[in-house]
């Protein structure tokens, strides 16, 4: 139970990291952060509330797993930030595919995360079933 | 009067030293959020698919967790570029990374012949396109 609500605080804690952000963004994500500050701002259920009703609009545009993807500035720049040497550089195939392989990686951790609920019998997936499958999930990757 | 110089001179290179870390640290939590929200929406549409809900809490871990993923595959394909003497990474440094999982490396395969086969069409489109453009412009005395 104690290392449960430690667990939870840490991951707690990574969204609301996520909140504190200024300056030029992404054009989409804004819409991201501001369900965010909502957050921060009019307590939880508000944000639940607004967060859905916004999520409910995107899901119409997004129908299938399979139209959602990584964009290839955000991978190129994701990468580019990660590299020891500022020289090197990744090709826009290469981008392609690192996207596509993100891709299969959320895939798989929120589908091995479903099993696990599902083998548990609960109805909401919780951060439980995720810590369950994270080991075998890095040792595939 | 020379060390109160020197102090200043100290004090506005820590001054610089902060907000270049400062930079950096906006650059990457900008770079978490934007994972975040492809995150978010990959998992509501696969949620929508087998009727669950995650919960904020796994969503969010799971961006960290791909965030995290992401350092270390940029660090092996840093690594095996500059094994081949390369300083641009290419899609053979993206198969390599997906060695692990025999499933996840077929896939890798079948995207990047797609991904080539893709570009091969474009560059045909193009040349005619091109062919055609100077074939009407001889016409034309």
């Given amino acids: 139970m104690h290392f449960k609500l430690a667990s939870t605080h840490i991951f707690l804690r990574h969204l609301l990291f996520s909140t504190f952000l200024f300056g030029t963004i992404f054009p989409l994500e804004l819409e991201a952060l501001r369900d965010a500050f909502y957050v921060n701002n009019h307590g939880l259920d508000a944000a639940n509330h607004c967060c859905e009703r916004v999520d409910r609009q995107k899901l119409k545009m997004a129908e299938s797993s399979a139209e959602v993807t990584f964009k290839k500035e955000t991978v190129s720049k994701l990468l580019s930030s990660f590299f020891k040497d500022e020289k090197t550089k990744v090709g826009a195939d290469a981008v392609l595919l690192m996207a596509e392989m993100l891709h299969v990686f959320v895939q798989e951790a929120a589908q091995r995360t479903i099993k696990q609920a599902e083998a548990e019998d609960c109805d909401r997936m919780d951060i439980e079933h995720f810590e369950k499958i994270l080991p075998q999930l890095l040792l595939d990757f | ?141």
Avoid at chain 2, 81 to 92: C, F, I, P, Q
Avoid at chain 2, 115 to 120: D, G, K, L, V
Wanted: include cysteine; glycine fraction near 2%.
């Fill in chain 2, 1 to 141: 009067m020379l060390s109160t110089t020197s102090c200043r001179a100290n004090v506005n290179f820590r001054e610089k030293m902060a907000t270049a870390m400062d930079e950096e640290e906006r650059k990457l939590q900008r770079l978490k959020a934007a994972v975040h929200y492809t995150v978010g929406r990959l998992c509501q549409s696969i949620g929508e698919d087998h009727q669950k809900e995650f919960s904020r809490q796994v969503i969010a871990a799971i961006a960290e967790t791909t965030f995290r993923q992401c350092d270390i595959f940029a660090k092996d394909l840093e690594a095996f570029a500059r094994h081949a003497k390369r300083s641009t990474v290419s899609v053979e440094d993206v198969k390599l990374t997906a060695r692990r999982s025999t499933a996840l490396s077929n896939f890798i395969q079948r995207k990047s012949e797609e991904i080539a086969s893709a570009n091969q069409e474009q560059r045909d489109t193009r040349k005619k396109i091109a062919g055609k453009r100077k074939n009407t412009e001889m016409v034309l005395p």
